[in-house]
């Protein structure tokens, strides 16, 4: 049986004994310890400041996420089964994908508002256009032979949709997910940094007029080690599960 999981803890060991010795080298107060970081991220805990930014920083993410990827994987498909559409929505989205976040978020806050409903739609809007564009290429390679094979059993549309398409874009799937997850949370923290009053932008943007690097560090592994166990718990069984059907 292959332990997947040896590799990364691996990885991880080796990342903390390579930051170790390059902090005892270097004894600079701009690199402080694993240790040191450990012991601000311990008390972050203890106070309850630390759940409280998460949580709130992740719900922005989760919103966000869970909107663009509706949006995102509709017009994808649409495109990429219907050339015309393709045709008039491609240079919307190739516009799309090269404005800056920068200029989405400010535009959002100037236009709706400081609120949550702006900051989940700048973000939202920043991840749309790379769902589409995977989720075009996923339609286009859909194998049109099953699906003429569905219609010589007789399957109905809904049946044909759910049992034949939508099984063979689980990879698109997947991969706008991960990469939809990677991007967000970093342009929450962006979002929370210029308009928002809690969150781990919000608390990174204090850290930084500080110069505090182990309350930087504590925060950024926080989330990180929290996205890894999204990916661990949620998105690796998910995607085995739902991808037996190739086996």
């Not at 995102?72 to 045709?87: A, D, T």
Request: a positive charge; charged letters at 15%.
């Amino acid at each position: 049986m292959k332990v997947w999981w040896r590799p990364r803890v691996l990885v991880l060991i080796s990342c903390v004994l390579i930051w170790q010795l390059l902090a005892w080298s270097l004894q600079s107060r701009y690199l402080p310890t694993p240790s040191a970081v450990f012991v601000t991220l311990w008390q972050q805990w203890l106070t309850g400041d630390l759940l409280y930014h998460l949580s709130a920083t992740l719900g922005r993410v989760l919103a966000s996420f869970s909107l663009a990827m509706l949006i995102g994987v509709g017009i994808g498909i649409l495109m990429g089964s219907r050339q015309r559409w393709n045709e008039w929505l491609d240079t919307l989205v190739i516009i799309g994908l090269n404005i800056p976040a920068l200029v989405t978020i400010i535009l959002c806050y100037i236009w709706l508002g400081l609120g949550e409903t702006a900051a989940i739609i700048a973000v939202a809007i920043n991840k749309i256009p790379m769902v589409i564009v995977t989720l075009r290429e996923g339609a286009r390679a859909v194998d049109k032979d099953l699906l003429q094979v569905a219609q010589v059993y007789r399957l109905s549309f809904s049946q044909s949709f759910w049992r034949v398409y939508w099984p063979q874009l689980y990879p698109y799937l997947f991969a706008a997910a991960r990469n939809g997850l990677a991007l967000i949370w970093k342009i929450v923290l962006v979002v929370e940094l210029l308009g928002r009053s809690n969150g781990v932008g919000f608390q990174l943007g204090n850290y930084f007029h500080y110069f505090d690097i182990k309350g930087i560090l504590a925060y950024t592994f926080a989330f990180v080690a929290l996205i890894l166990i999204l990916e661990t718990l949620v998105l690796r069984p998910l995607e085995q599960r739902l991808n037996r059907w190739r086996e």
